[in-house]
């Protein structure tokens, strides 16, 4: 018992140590934020290094990524055309589409797919 608790006492230590030598070792300096600025030729940047990120084209790309992978799913659904009745087939693939419907009018009536603000 006495074994397991000296083991765990050293796990817990070295990964401690190590955290606080890395801590004191990479304090930042003047000369990262130097290292970090742009460089254009010799002369200093003329406008910000970094465009502004556009939130309405995330959201879109977002968008488009979900219901990609909504219609990837559909493929599935046409092979299971074979192996299910026709009832249950329609049903199912009512529901699934109504749901891609449903979060697509919510979108558009939520302004997310305008692209002019």
């Not at 955290?19 to 970090?36: L, V």
């Not at 249950?88 to 419907?101: E, H």
Request: glycine letters at 4%; aromatic letters at 12%; a neutral charge.
């Amino acid at each position: 018992m006495t074994i397991i608790f000296t083991i765990s006492i050293i796990l817990m230590i070295i990964p401690t140590a190590m955290m606080a030598i890395c801590m004191t070792i990479s304090k930042k300096s003047f000369m990262d934020r130097e290292k970090s600025s742009p460089f254009e030729c010799g002369f200093d940047p003329k406008s910000s290094p970094r465009i502004p990120f556009s939130l309405h084209f995330f959201l879109i790309a977002v968008i488009f990524l979900i219901f990609d992978v909504e219609i990837t799913l559909l493929i599935p659904l046409v092979l299971m055309l074979k192996i299910t009745n026709i009832v249950n087939f329609g049903l199912i693939s009512f529901v699934f589409l109504m749901i891609l419907l449903l979060g697509l009018y919510h979108e558009w009536k939520q302004g997310a797919l305008n692209w002019a603000h």
